[in-house]
């Protein structure tokens, strides 16, 4: 019995202690994240993207600037950026344009930068965004290379017929365009509330609503990524010996050691499932595991190869263009990684030492816990906006994906379902597929069932949790009812439902 019992301490003893390595790298990291996705959902609502998105025609330098700064403005996870460059390309964008926007919506970001900046220092954020530029530069001018012709044509109407929502979403987005002399609009706000460029004023209440629907977005699509993320560097750090980190990552061989962290980074990123912010705290255990420099930066690169999304490429492009494009992004990323180490090396600003430990496994009444306590305050000031959008007019021309939660702007979603006579809107067809198998547990839509029993619905329009039962707010239409949060989602309800009786 005794002997049970300490096998079985010594057994839970090394999962308390990753979890509690987990746990306190997230603690470490809890006010730039807050900042992080705060910042990202200010940009995605108040810079205008439309203008971009017409402008993606070629790989040209100016195109790829443009891809770039498309993506640095549509801040999301990999699986969102996969979906949303598959869309920019049934709708007309040049290929590689839409890779080059994939690359910066996960890697080029702000909330990223921060977090690098406090979990592993400034060098680093640093390398993510010189890499980064380094990275895109490689692939606009290798991918341009090789992805063209008929191959590309090809996909793109492969990926028509099997989208025709997309087309015609295409073509009504053009076609709205043209009927406002080519102005970009993301909305039917007033005038006043936009500026001459079509972006939002900062005076606009609607668009501050809307920036904190998309931090909410964001963090709630994000989070078994970032769940993931830090039980697996937990784990990492405390139960993984250094040998066996010796073993995986070469040492004494100056360049040679470089050449092979670099392609081996992206491999532990294919095999890990863990992508967009999810893989920052794997890097810091990688770090201190004894991966190099350029190794920790193609490791971070490497998040659009996870191997989720290498099975999303093949459906969206078939089996040869995903091994095609497997190779090309996996050379890049590990050259980036690679050319990265040799600027900041040649720069001396490559970071000597290695803590022993990533983080401090333990409270103490640091700067970090007073600007967590800060940061969570504003946190619930962000989460009572959002609750209250409608209040200040946000969510007019968007959605909710009712599997992971992200706002989607209604013009550009990259899929859509037409459930029960209406709309739904996702920012992936993954989302839409789990949607459609019900493997998520969400039925939207749904009424009461005939027993008379409560079961929680979710909102048609903002993607929010309502319990029929205690409801206030809700609306009948085809002999379904319908169950709301506000006033203000019933009345976008009505709107956008005599609009499509219209439109039929």
């Known amino acids: 019995m005794t002997g049970t019992f300490v096998a079985t301490v010594a057994w839970i003893d090394p999962i308390g202690r990753s979890l509690r390595e987990g746990f306190f790298m997230f603690w470490e990291t809890l006010w730039p994240l807050i900042l992080g996705f705060g910042l990202s959902g200010v940009v995605q609502s108040f810079v205008s993207r439309d203008a971009l998105q017409r402008k993606l025609g070629n790989h040209g330098v100016v195109a790829t600037a443009r891809a770039s700064a498309y993506g640095m403005v549509s801040s999301s996870c990999s699986y969102a950026a996969s979906a949303m460059s598959k869309s920019l390309f049934v709708k007309g964008a040049d290929f590689v344009s839409t890779l080059v926007f994939m690359f910066a919506s996960t890697n080029l970001v702000v909330e990223l930068g921060v977090i690098l900046v406090v979990l592993m220092g400034w060098q680093f954020a640093a390398s993510e965004f010189i890499g980064g530029a380094i990275m895109i530069a490689l692939l606009a ?51 006043s509330e936009r500026s001459s460029t079509g972006a939002r004023s900062l005076r606009s209440p609607s668009g501050w609503a809307n920036a904190a629907t998309y931090t909410m977005a964001d963090l709630t699509m994000l989070r078994k990524e970032m769940v993931v993320g830090y039980g697996i560097a937990g784990f990492l750090a405390t139960l993984v010996p250094t040998r066996w980190w010796n073993v995986v990552f070469l040492h004494g061989h100056g360049f040679w050691t470089s050449v092979e962290n670099v392609v081996v980074g992206p491999f532990i990123a294919i095999i890990s499932f863990v992508c967009s912010v999810g893989n920052v705290p794997l890097a810091a255990a990688l770090w201190h595991g004894g991966i190099s420099f350029g190794g920790v930066v193609s490791f971070i690169f490497a998040d659009l190869i996870a191997f989720p999304l290498l099975l999303i490429y093949r459906r969206y492009y078939g089996t040869k263009m995903m091994v095609k494009m497997l190779a090309i992004f996996w050379v890049v990323m590990a050259a980036a990684g690679l050319l990265t180490e040799g600027l900041f090396t040649a720069a001396h600003l490559v970071p000597q030492t290695r803590s022993t430990q990533v983080v401090a496994a333990h409270f103490s009444w640091n700067y970090t816990t007073y600007l967590n306590l800060v940061f969570l305050v504003l946190f619930g000031f962000i989460y009572w906006v959002y609750r209250h959008r409608a209040r200040f007019g946000g969510g007019d021309g968007y959605a909710i994906d009712p599997v992971c939660g992200m706002q989607v702007e209604i013009a550009h979603a990259p899929a859509v379902l037409e459930h029960e006579g209406s709309a739904v809107y996702f920012c992936s067809d993954h989302c839409r597929d789990r949607f459609k198998s019900g493997s998520n547990g969400t039925h939207v839509h749904a009424a009461p069932s005939s027993s008379g029993a409560n079961t929680e619905v979710i909102d048609p329009i903002c993607g929010m949790t309502v319990d029929p039962a205690t409801a206030h707010h809700s609306s009948r239409r085809d002999d379904v009812q319908y169950y709301f949060c506000s006033q203000g989602c019933v009345e976008r309800f009505d709107r956008e439902s005599m609009a499509h009786h219209h439109e039929t």
């Not at 989208?163 to 005038?191: F, I, K, R, V, Y």
């Open 141 to 191: 001018t290798s991918a341009g290379l090789w992805f063209r012709g008929r191959e590309i044509e090809a996909a793109r109407a492969t990926l028509i017929s099997q989208s025709p929502t997309l087309s015609t979403s295409a073509h009504a987005t053009h076609d709205h365009l043209d009927q406002h002399d080519g102005s970009p609009t993301m909305s039917d706000e007033p005038s």
